[in-house]
């Protein structure tokens, strides 16, 4: 018992150490990190879920955060008595709660579920109704943990557009994603948390590109391509077929030669047509997972045609295609206006075999000049 005081008897573990930043209003903010880095530590220090164990955090505002959806709510209680209790939790008065009412439920589009009780709902009504309460109580800092639209369906496109429209009215974000791509088109600056300890606080293009380089010198060569984690929702919008061709061969599985032949890859798409234009986007991938290139209608300015059935194609050609030789595989995506909420994706739908003619190593032949 008198030795008890000298011994420790676990084992100390710090999911974050040393952190120290600040956050202006107005910031959209991305963190990223692999698993374990301490990201959800730090979200739930801000959400007021967790206490530091020293040091200080200091939050002015309203906060609402996108982690668990629904995970306040009482099963026994309606629809409408969780709608009450939840907003009441997030700080709005009574008086406020009905006069947003009738916007909250109509945005959830569950109405005829209102008054039966939450338990009987299904996952999409449960999601629906807790996102809806938890954007119209009018936050000054919004926690999105992974996902920028949420539910399925025509109800992810209305949670995306309801998150950029609090983005454009200046509301404080802070997004935690695996999703390269959309930490940078998404978000102002970034942080880069590792094993607790902020590795690089910089713009959004910067800490993507060191992390991106980090994972491929853990991997080994063997490199991930972290920017393509984006799932799509699946309605909306989809590919209806994509092909490539070269030299006048047509198909999925081509042969060309590097700096000589042309390579067009076809998209046909479909879209609703009260949705805005979509963008088409390619990415091209190593065998090992390595992102090479990517390109997108959106990044290029170009506005996609359809039909007013909502169907559509898109070509784009590569002339003499730069790509050394090796395997590669093309992976196709459809998305929003702004290429950030995807609709559909086909993953390697096409795979390149590349040959050439000299000794060039890598992966890209960069155009150059030789000057004496």
């Given at each position: 018992m008198l030795l008890r005081s000298h011994r420790q008897y676990y084992r100390e573990f710090w999911a974050l150490r040393g952190v120290n930043l600040e956050i202006?209003?107005?910031?959209?903010?991305?963190?990223?990190?692999?698993?374990?880095?301490?990201?959800?530590?730090?979200?739930?220090?801000?959400?007021?879920?967790?206490?530091?164990?020293?040091?200080?955090?200091?939050?002015?505002?309203?906060?609402?955060?996108?982690?668990?959806?629904?995970?306040?709510?009482?099963?026994?209680f309606t629809g409408r008595e969780n709608v009450f209790l939840s907003a009441a939790v997030s700080g709005l008065s009574q008086a406020q709660i009905v006069t947003r009412f009738e916007e909250i439920v109509e945005f959830s589009g569950i109405r005829d579920f209102i008054d039966q009780p939450v338990k009987t709902y299904s996952s999409g009504m449960y999601v629906r109704l807790a996102f809806s309460v938890a954007t119209s109580v009018d936050p000054d800092i919004l926690v999105i943990d992974e996902a920028l639209s949420v539910g399925d369906g025509a109800f992810a496109r209305k949670s995306f557009d309801r998150i950029m429209q609090l983005k454009a009215k200046g509301t404080t974000i802070l997004f935690c994603s695996h999703s390269l791509y959309q930490v940078e088109a998404f978000c102002d600056r970034a942080l880069w948390l590792d094993k607790g300890n902020l590795r690089l606080v910089d713009t959004a293009a910067r800490v993507t590109v060191a992390y991106q380089a980090a994972l491929d010198s853990e991997l080994g060569g063997d490199a991930v391509n972290a920017s393509a984690e984006i799932m799509p929702s699946r309605m909306g919008g989809r590919i209806l077929n994509a092909y490539g061709a070269v030299d006048g061969v047509i198909?999925?599985?081509?042969?060309?030669?590097?700096?000589?032949?042309?390579?067009?890859?076809?998209?046909?798409?479909?879209?609703?047509?009260?949705?805005?234009?979509?963008?088409?986007?390619?990415?091209?991938?190593?065998?090992?997972?390595?992102?090479?290139?990517?390109?997108?209608?959106?990044?290029?300015?170009?506005?996609?045609?359809?039909?007013?059935?909502?169907?559509?194609?898109?070509?784009?050609?590569?002339?003499?295609?730069?790509?050394?030789?090796?395997?590669?595989?093309?992976?196709?995506?459809?998305?929003?206006?702004?290429?950030?909420?995807?609709?559909?994706?086909?993953?390697?739908?096409?795979?390149?075999?590349?040959?050439?003619?000299?000794?060039?190593?890598?992966v890209v032949a960069l155009p150059h000049v030789w000057q004496q």
């Amino acid at each position: 018992m008198l030795l008890r005081s000298h011994r420790q008897y676990y084992r100390e573990f710090w999911a974050l150490r040393g952190v120290n930043l600040e956050i202006m209003p107005g910031e959209v903010v991305g963190i990223i990190g692999s698993n374990g880095s301490g990201k959800s530590t730090l979200l739930q220090l801000v959400c007021g879920i967790l206490a530091p164990t020293t040091g200080s955090i200091s939050v002015r505002g309203r906060v609402t955060a996108l982690l668990e959806l629904g995970a306040g709510f009482n099963p026994e209680f309606t629809g409408r008595e969780n709608v009450f209790l939840s907003a009441a939790v997030s700080g709005l008065s009574q008086a406020q709660i009905v006069t947003r009412f009738e916007e909250i439920v109509e945005f959830s589009g569950i109405r005829d579920f209102i008054d039966q009780p939450v338990k009987t709902y299904s996952s999409g009504m449960y999601v629906r109704l807790a996102f809806s309460v938890a954007t119209s109580v009018d936050p000054d800092i919004l926690v999105i943990d992974e996902a920028l639209s949420v539910g399925d369906g025509a109800f992810a496109r209305k949670s995306f557009d309801r998150i950029m429209q609090l983005k454009a009215k200046g509301t404080t974000i802070l997004f935690c994603s695996h999703s390269l791509y959309q930490v940078e088109a998404f978000c102002d600056r970034a942080l880069w948390l590792d094993k607790g300890n902020l590795r690089l606080v910089d713009t959004a293009a910067r800490v993507t590109v060191a992390y991106q380089a980090a994972l491929d010198s853990e991997l080994g060569g063997d490199a991930v391509n972290a920017s393509a984690e984006i799932m799509p929702s699946r309605m909306g919008g989809r590919i209806l077929n994509a092909y490539g061709a070269v030299d006048g061969v047509i198909g999925t599985s081509l042969r060309i030669m590097s700096l000589k032949s042309t390579l067009s890859i076809t998209v046909e798409f479909f879209i609703d047509p009260k949705l805005h234009t979509p963008s088409v986007a390619l990415g091209f991938d190593t065998v090992s997972g390595m992102g090479v290139t990517s390109v997108c209608s959106a990044e290029d300015h170009v506005t996609l045609q359809m039909d007013e059935s909502g169907r559509g194609q898109a070509t784009i050609v590569f002339p003499a295609l730069a790509l050394l030789k090796g395997e590669y595989f093309v992976s196709v995506f459809l998305g929003c206006e702004r290429a950030l909420h995807l609709y559909d994706m086909s993953k390697h739908c096409l795979n390149l075999q590349v040959s050439q003619q000299g000794l060039g190593q890598g992966v890209v032949a960069l155009p150059h000049v030789w000057q004496q």
